[in-house]
């Protein structure tokens, strides 16, 4: 057996624990509000003024003096006055004093001397005269200074993705550039004698690279930058000289070389120039997967078998790029309840991690069926599925008809 | 009152059908597999090969012939002899036959001869004598052709989105580009005399535009490519120059107005070189959305309050975006079940779609508190909010502790 055999696996929760105390933040960059869908922000971001700055009507209507419309009915209408109109992003012209009325809209300021609006569907008006059929009350339909946002009041909230309405709330606040956190990027190094790129010819014992485009794609979707680096043999000196070439970057993952062939050897690599801090987890599939730091940037080693990559870098590797932005939710999978369709078995002391399909059931209930695989060698599980389920450590199995929590493949 | 107080309002579900009826699928671009993260697959993808193409090992140990191992036991191994390696991505040098192993690893071609492989860790071996522990059955850890994908199975499914492992299956079958849906152009233009870019001085009466940048970033959201087409003040001879420049794209996003005021002129100015199919949705906030055809392509006019307008967006424009790529799911939101904190009130006859900001409980029940709000001009309800509830058309509100689905804001 190889020097590397595998001795201890550590469980999930320690191996994060590991990676997110050894990884440093990285930094900031100044993009426009527009420009920011998805990125996420380092700190809390405060407006500097009132939205609104002027205090404006809520309807369409007329403002007036309240005091004007109380006790006033459908029989015995308050009769006022029409003094022009205060149209929307114009400067009122008049003034309202008792028994006058200005015509506004949604979003007009309100005059002077105004203090509530009358909806336009309790009234009429003939010419300059209006009668008004319900009262308001001093306020009513007013927008006020600083409703929607106070001077000084925290909008953004450090470590949270950018969505489309909070570019609509800063702007409001006239922000116009905001410091989000610099993506992340990552080497994308996929190793084995046995790869060759995809669509060429097919060669008895080679397969197709298919690591580097989708763990690419992952980087991606996670908010990291990827960049791919290739296939990279099995030789220490190549190996080597690929991970010398990832120190470019704040990451390199590393994908295959890290089971128990004599072939593996991948950790020596990581060790000779950096230090490796764990290898194996105890996890299906996925077990296999070490991590090191060289020149204290995090270094994946994944398994190479697509399916076991994949697992691990929604639960390690995606988690760890969006914790180095200071992301608030590490994890951005959806989740949802589900009703085991089949009995799944698992071993204690291992984190199992179970691709399913869901299907409506005809009441209506989310029932989630264990997607049959021969191992993590079938690619196809992971497309045929909608999201994983994990069986704990403590766990030997899930009985049909159990409430799982199913995570959602993110898209 | 004006000429286009809006007389009906036609429900949510009519609206859509309306859409949907008239709105033509956007073309098809071929991409790089490799680039091809998010978007939607317009036809079934085939695979044209077997995955694998070879027999393959699926554990790391030794090739052989199943027979010669029944009936070994720990006490009572069967002893074999070892014959060379095949190692992963190398051709076999070696057949195997009864008596003899080949050492191989998990992904090698199986040497011919041999129909099983045993585990490395249920044997022992000392130079090239080999014992096994434990018998296999044929076939047992082999990877068989075509036992990930068939040649001729659909790999991907027209209306898909495409995830990382779908770039995985596709690379896996030789698949290098594929045909994806072109991604709709959209013109969005703000409407409004009150609008002044944001960034500049404060003016009373004035307000920034942010729906130009928020809508924006909505259309990206949802799969489509946005063009801001600026701020246009009201006056029809503006608004229908803005509405021919948007005839070079897809679609037309106009926000502000539509509402009952006198300076709405945009459904006329829409009639005037299309139809208006219709105006008035029942829905709050959003009720006076309305929407046309021109030159065949669909036009939304949006109310212009911030809030409106994202509520309209996710309920019928991104919808409508991803129908024209010809997306399988058109709402790409996430849900959950949630207790609801506190009372909600609703009217008959009209849809409302109420912000709600989710807390856990102690007891771990996810709680969803409607966002205190007064109007839908309150831009923060948004940010403060993690999503909407949808309270029915013929439900006259909701009560505290109810069960309640809640749309995830898109991120």
Redesign the interface.
């Known amino acids: ?1 190889s020097f590397h055999e595998i001795k201890e696996r550590i469980s999930v929760e320690t191996a994060l624990r590991i990676i997110y105390s050894r990884i440093a933040k990285v930094g900031v960059e100044e993009v426009s ?2 420009d920011s ?2 990125r996420i922000v380092p700190c809390d971001i405060t407006s500097n ?1 009132d ?4 205090v ?1 009507s ?1 309807m ?1 209507g007329y403002a007036v003096v309240a005091k004007d419309t109380f006790g006033c009915t459908q029989q015995k209408p308050a009769k006022l006055e029409v003094y022009g109109e205060c ?6 012209k008049t003034r309202v004093s008792s028994g006058r009325a200005v015509e506004v ?5 309100l005059p002077g001397g105004a203090d509530a609006v009358v909806k ?1 569907e309790n009234t009429r008006r003939n010419g300059n005269a209006l009668m008004v059929f319900f009262p308001v009350t001093p306020r009513e339909n007013v ?1 006020e200074i600083g ?3 106070k001077k000084g009041e925290v ?2 909230k450090s470590g949270q ?1 950018v ?7 800063l ?2 606040c ?3 550039k905001i410091n989000v956190a610099k993506r992340p990027t990552a080497a994308v190094i996929a190793t ?4 060759v790129e ?3 010819k ?1 060669i ?8 580097s ?6 980087v ?2 996670y908010g990291g930058e990827p960049a ?1 680096l290739g296939i990279v043999g099995d030789s220490f000196k190549e190996l080597r000289s690929a991970l010398e070439s990832g120190m470019k970057y704040d990451l390199v993952v590393f994908s295959g070389g890290t ?5 593996d050897m991948l950790p020596d690599v990581v060790s000779s120039i950096g230090e490796i801090l764990f290898r194996g987890i105890s996890m299906r599939p996925g077990g296999p997967t070490a991590f090191g730091l060289v020149q204290g940037k995090p270094v994946f080693l994944l398994p ?3 399916v076991a990559s ?1 697992v691990v ?1 929604e639960t390690l590797v995606g988690p760890t790029i969006r914790k180095m932005m200071g992301a608030r939710h590490l994890d ?1 999978r ?4 589900a009703i085991l369709g089949n009995r799944i078995a698992s071993t204690i002391g291992r984190r199992d991690y179970v691709r399913v399909r869901l299907e409506q059931a005809a009441d209506g209930a989310t029932v989630a069926y264990p997607v049959r695989t ?2 993590s ?4 599980s ?2 045929k599925a909608d999201g994983l389920i994990e069986i704990p450590e403590d766990s030997e199995g899930m009985e049909k008809g159990s409430k799982v929590t199913v995570k ?4």
Request: no cysteine; proline share 8%.
């Open positions: 057996m509000v527009g869908l998805g003024i939205v609104p700055h002027f404006r809520a369409d149209r929307v992003g114009e400067m009122p809209a949604t979003g007009s300021q336009v927008s409703e929607d946002v909008v953004i993705a969505r489309p309405q909070d570019i609509s709330v702007l409001a006239g922000i116009m084995g004698n046995e790869l995809p669509g060429g097919l008895p014992g080679k397969v197709f690279n298919v690591n485009n989708t763990l690419s794609a992952y991606s979707l791919d089971s128990v062939g004599k072939m190479g078998f697509p994949m870098f951005p959806g989740e949802v309840i021969s191992g060698g079938i690619i196809s992971m497309t959602l493949f993110p898209e």
